[in-house]
């Protein structure tokens, strides 16, 4: 599986944004698909999850502004980012594996891709 992430940019504290994660591959749907994300300095953190059944999980620090959604026909993942906050700055990861119950921690993905840049300016 190869992902493609996009979709980062500069943006302003309160405006919103939209990643995209392109994946290869024929079984896409059984994949629990997620996204990460690494500020400077910091470890990389969960953000939010979509398991193969379209069960959604997303972290304390994201609830309710951002939303994670996929579209099994087209290969896609996306993460909706509302209300952005200058904490939010990161490289944003998509990741994909074989859907079990760990998907809240990175070392079970076994598929990343590039990063994205998202830059929250005040």
């Known amino acids: 599986v190869q992902l493609q992430a996009s979709g980062g940019g500069l943006v302003q504290a309160g405006d919103s944004l939209r990643l995209s994660c392109a994946a290869s591959g024929r079984t896409f749907s059984r994949y629990v698909m997620a996204w990460f994300r690494q500020a400077p300095g910091k470890e990389r953190e969960f953000v939010a999850a979509?398991?193969?059944?379209?069960?959604?999980y997303s972290s304390d620090s994201v609830k309710g502004r951002f939303t994670i959604f996929r579209d099994n026909a087209k290969n896609l993942v996306y993460l909706q980012m509302n209300s952005l906050k200058l904490e939010d700055t990161a490289v944003y990861y998509c990741?994909?594996?074989?859907?079990?119950?760990?998907?809240?921690?990175?070392?079970?993905?076994?598929?990343w891709g590039q990063g994205t840049q998202v830059t929250v300016s005040s």
């Open positions: 990741a994909a594996a074989v859907d079990g119950p760990a998907y809240r921690t990175d070392m079970f993905y076994d598929y």
């Open positions: 979509i398991r193969s059944g379209g069960s959604i």
